[in-house]
């Protein structure tokens, strides 16, 4: 019989375990060998704990003689840390036009450089209206110029590409 523990899905104790033969591991840690179900029932009441299926999945299943109470604690704050030790990498956006001054782009190019180095991703957008749809080329040569400038700290993840009146590229921080 396999089963598969989702995180969602209770803890199984005791008279819930679906096995009948266990490898037992004491509330040290050591092993107490492979036992019927009854006898480790047996074993953690008469220590005032519970018996918990750890490894559900191993051939025999294990089980634990730990405190319930106290295991649960110990999981919740072990998926809290989890948690707060993962890095959520957001992509920001930039926009540029074709007929972009020199201090506008110097501006946007220290955002794109302030959000790599904060570990963002950045989608740069070059956005075209009317007849600069005829010099995609100068769209093409602004993309270039960002990453040439970006390339001490960033790299292109994504090359430049067209979508109808956008032309965008994605970057990317150089320690990703």
Do not use: C
């Not at 007929?99 to 740069?124: C, M, P, S, W």
């Amino acid at each position: 019989m396999k089963l598969i523990k989702n995180e969602k899905e209770k803890i199984i104790k005791n008279e819930e375990i679906p096995f009948s033969e266990l490898r037992v591991v004491d509330e040290e840690g050591k092993a107490v060998g492979v036992m019927s179900k009854s006898t480790a029932i047996d074993l953690a009441k008469s220590r005032g704990l519970d018996l918990i299926l750890v490894a559900p999945n191993a051939q025999p299943p294990v089980a634990r003689i730990l405190d319930y109470g106290k295991y649960k604690y110990e999981l919740a704050k072990r998926e809290q840390k989890a948690k707060k030790n993962q890095r959520i990498i957001e992509v920001k956006e930039m926009k540029f036009r074709t007929a972009i001054n020199e201090h506008d782009y110097q501006t946007k190019l220290k955002h794109i450089k302030r959000f790599l180095e904060e570990g963002n991703k950045v989608k740069v957008t070059v956005m075209f209206r009317g007849r600069e749809m005829a010099f995609m080329d100068k769209g093409k040569e602004i993309l270039d110029r960002i990453a040439k400038d970006i390339a001490d700290i960033g790299n292109v993840e994504k090359e430049a590409k067209v979508e109808g009146r956008d032309m965008w590229m994605v970057l990317k921080p150089k320690n990703l």
